[in-house]
């Protein structure tokens, strides 16, 4: 395999994919020093570790908008590489990307003791993990299937900000906790947050396997926008 | 110049392209059906006469359901880019401030109707669950208060940003604002939220009625009175406009400069 078709595709993927991420963590560093200057310097450890809990959107976001964002789709339809595998490549590179720095952040917050909820440094990468591969399988799939960005893309925003926001209630519904991107390792109850994280890598294989047979069906894309 | 007739005719093709598309309706109905098991979950803790029970609910609503709104939003300018009909609508008689300004209200309002009856939808179920059929006279008026002026306040950000960021790009950036401005408390993080910004009207439910929806802003009783809460609208409303305005008038620039 050509090692110039990946370089064109993460070319092609564009400056906003690969910035998304690296944006979010200068954010979050800013709101950290902001909260240092205003005296908040017992939450510097939280609003870092939150990087954690952002990154997954952000991959979500980016394949919700990926996936369905060729402009010369005609064309990628007569080539003899399928629609699927090009869009497939470019996820892989999008979620690849974020997992890269996911990975960074939660080594060197584990590292340096900063990382708010530490467990140890394999199950570390399930806080970002789990939730980054559920909300892109979620996105790709709901953009493919209504054939429009803003429909994944809204429904992974929503969800994301309905648990940050709600998320103390949600906890409350034993039914809903499996699904919770933001449930917090208990060692009390250790085997229910494994639990939540592999439902989660369930969930994320419906979502992206949907997603990889709605590619291999373009031609509904081409009926126009949903 | 914009002529009322130019403008009317954007506006009721803008309406009706966005209310007929399926997703406005599919992603807007998902965190309704979601909210609504919640609610259909237990009575809330606190039980208030009929207005600031619907600020309460419709300020507590409102932490997510315009999130969709905003994003729904964003697609409509890079459309034109991407379905190659700009030079074909620049040729046309009508001014460019015509095409915004209407493309502006017709979406928003088109979006904001599948909105406004999840709003009221949730409002129902809790008026049934109460029971307390006052909520459903509440609701008009706080809807009108609390949510249309940052509903407007972020149509203009989403229809004007997406003309130089990619919406994958915006669509971060907007969810990322939409929770920093007003889930973050001030004690958590420095914030816009409880300030007269804050989109989801949680300043202006603290002033006109009394109740705020998320953990406390830190104001004394009765410290934010009517007015800081007109405010609060008049700034949300006149930001909207302002931008609106600003791009109204780069768009006319770059056109001049083609």
Request: positive net charge.
């Amino acid at each position: 395999m050509s090692w110039s078709l990946w370089r064109y595709e993460l070319r092609r993927l564009g400056r906003g994919v690969l910035l998304g991420p690296l944006l979010a963590l200068a954010a979050l560093g800013l709101l950290a020093a902001l909260a240092m200057r205003a005296g908040l310097g017992q939450q510097i450890d939280r609003i870092l570790s939150e990087a954690l809990d952002v990154l997954p959107v952000i991959g979500g976001l980016a394949a919700a908008g990926i996936v369905v964002d060729d402009p010369a789709l005609e064309l990628q339809l007569s080539l003899p590489t399928t629609f699927r595998l090009t869009m497939l490549r470019r996820l892989a590179l999008a979620l690849g990307w974020t997992s890269l720095i996911g990975l960074t952040c939660a080594v060197t917050l584990a590292a340096s003791g900063r990382l708010a909820w530490p467990i140890s440094p394999l199950e570390d990468q399930l806080i970002w993990l789990a939730p980054l591969l559920w909300l892109a399988g979620l996105g790709a799939a709901l953009s493919l299937a209504l054939g429009a960005t803003a429909a994944g893309s809204s429904l992974v925003g929503m969800v994301w900000v309905l648990e940050l926001a709600m998320g103390a209630g949600l906890a409350q519904v034993p039914a809903l906790r499996p699904v919770l991107l933001f449930l917090r390792y208990d060692p009390a109850i250790a085997t229910d947050w494994l639990a939540n994280r592999l439902t989660l890598l369930a969930l994320a294989a419906v979502g992206l396997g949907s997603a990889a047979w709605l590619l291999g069906r373009p031609e509904r894309l081409l009926r126009g926008e949903g | 110049m914009a002529t009322l007739g130019d403008l009317s005719g954007v506006f009721g093709y803008e309406f009706r392209m966005q209310i007929r598309r399926p997703a406005v309706w599919i992603v807007t109905a998902v965190p309704v059906l979601m909210m609504l098991a919640l609610f259909l979950q237990g009575r809330p803790n606190e039980i208030l006469p009929p207005l600031p029970m619907a600020a309460l609910l419709i300020s507590s609503i409102s932490y997510v359901l315009p999130i969709p709104f905003g994003i729904l939003l964003a697609d409509r300018l890079p459309r034109e880019r991407q379905l190659r009909t700009v030079e074909l609508l620049d040729s046309l008689p009508s001014s460019l401030a015509a095409r915004l300004w209407g493309k502006y209200l017709g979406t928003s309002l088109a979006t904001a109707i599948p909105l406004g009856l999840g709003y009221l939808v949730l409002t129902g179920a809790m008026a049934v669950t109460l029971p307390e059929p006052g909520l459903l006279l509440a609701f008009l008026p706080v809807f009108l208060v609390l949510v249309v002026p940052g509903l407007l306040f972020v149509a203009a950000f989403s229809l004007v940003c997406t003309e130089v960021l990619p919406v994958p790009l915006y669509a971060i950036l907007f969810t990322g604002y939409w929770i920093w401005g007003n889930v973050v408390s001030p004690e958590r993080l420095p914030t816009i939220s409880c300030t007269p910004l804050t989109p989801i009207g949680r300043y202006v439910s603290i002033a006109f009625f009394g109740v705020d929806s998320g953990q406390a802003c830190g104001f004394a009783p009765n410290q934010l009175t009517w007015l800081a809460g007109l405010g609060s609208m008049a700034l949300l409303i006149g930001g909207a406009g302002l931008v609106l305005l600003a791009a109204q008038r780069w768009l006319e620039w770059r056109a001049k400069r083609a």
